[in-house]
């Protein structure tokens, strides 16, 4: 039997990176780190991502849970699932992706100045935190279109309820105390429902 071949250097330098930033966090997974873990030359990482921020950038849409596709694809088609449906799904992505980014990015709020560079580069890239909001404002937006929320409804401040919660889910429960956050399908459900009260 032929001998499995070595995944390409690209997604190599993925895994690794994804494996670093989960563990140490984004600030101290160094570029050079990155490299020696996905056995190739920084020099070769570079070839493929033009800096850390933009190897962050792919872990997030190529490692991590799938939010910004569902949102896209929501917002260029509703479909015909029911908004408790669509938003459920959505709720349910979005605590699974916030859930695994956070230990990656929590490190940067204990260092100001990167936390900025950081900043600075992602609005560079044209992305950052509030581009899933915009998008599931989006979605919002076309079901009040359709007459499926309530025409008075903020689909700007409905999404940040929901997706702040999420993000809360992952911010708030310590899993290693015996806290752990509520099982992702129960809480999808329960915030949409919670949500769906007072829009839909």
């Known amino acids: 039997m032929p001998a499995a071949r ?18 140490v966090g984004l600030a101290k997974a160094t570029t050079k780190q990155i490299a020696k873990e996905a056995a190739c030359s920084e020099a070769a990482l570079y070839k493929h991502f033009a800096s850390k921020e933009e ?6 849409r190529e490692r ?13 088609d509703p479909g015909e699932n029911s908004v408790a449906q669509n938003l459920t799904h959505i709720a349910r992505e979005a605590a699974l992706f916030y859930e695994e980014s956070f230990p990656i990015a929590a490190s940067l709020y204990a260092e100001t100045k990167l936390k ?18 915009e998008g599931l404002a989006g979605y919002l937006r076309n079901e009040q279109e359709r007459g499926r929320i309530r025409a008075d409804a903020d689909p700007f401040a409905a999404a940040s309820l929901l997706l702040g919660a999420c993000a809360q889910r992952a911010f708030a429960y310590d899993m290693g105390a015996g806290h752990p956050p509520p099982p992702v399908d129960a809480f999808a459900a329960d915030l949409t429902r919670t949500l769906l009260n007072g829009i839909g």
């Open 116 to 133: 900025k560079r950081h900043e600075s580069a992602m609005r560079e890239l044209g992305t950052g935190p509030h581009m899933p909001i």
């Open 55 to 60: 190897l962050f950038v792919a872990v997030l």
């Open 64 to 76: 991590l849970p799938q939010l910004a596709p569902l949102l896209h694809r929501l917002v260029a």
């Open 6 to 23: 070595p995944a390409p250097t690209r997604a190599r330098i993925l895994d690794a990176a994804h494996h670093l930033m989960s563990t």
